[in-house]
Nanobody, 126 residues
Framework: QVQLVESGGGLVQPGGSLRLSCVGS????????VGWFRQAPGKEREGVGF????????YYADSVKGRFTISRDDAKNTVYLQMGSLKPEDTAVYYC???????????????????WGQGTQVTVSS
């Protein structure tokens, strides 16, 4: 079991940037596929992207492709979500999650993942 803690959320103006961090403990994140998700009020949890431990690549939902970037720092046991060109519709609670090694598109589904962080709020507003 992996314990995950997200941080870095906050209030940002449209067009701005934020970097979220997901720090793991209890196990090394390098073994696991790590996904980022978000959930806005009244909406279902949505996959933003994931970093595959199987092929070492990152995959993104169409809604964030070209604006968001996922990266890992194995020495810090941390996965980052760099968000740019933020829009009001990006406002949500953002979560990271760890799951079994893999790389299919279904890894954008929350059901794949076993362990979750508590979430961090991102608000995009002027």
């Amino acid at each position: 079991q992996v314990q995950l803690v997200e941080s870095g959320g906050g209030l940002v103006q449209p067009g701005g940037s934020l970097r979220l961090s997901c720090v793991g403990s209890g196990d090394t994140l390098a073994k696991w596929t790590v996904g980022w998700f978000r959930q806005a009020p009244g909406k279902e949890r949505e996959g933003v992207g994931f970093s595959s431990s199987e092929d070492g690549r990152e995959y993104y939902a169409d809604s964030v492709k070209g604006r968001f970037t996922i990266s890992r720092d194995d020495a810090k046991n941390t996965v980052y979500l760099q968000m740019g060109s933020l829009k009001p519709e990006d406002t949500a609670v953002y979560y990271c999650a760890s799951g079994p090694s893999g790389s299919g598109s279904y890894y954008l589904l929350p059901e794949i993942y076993d362990d979750w962080g508590q979430g961090t709020q991102v608000t995009v507003s002027s």
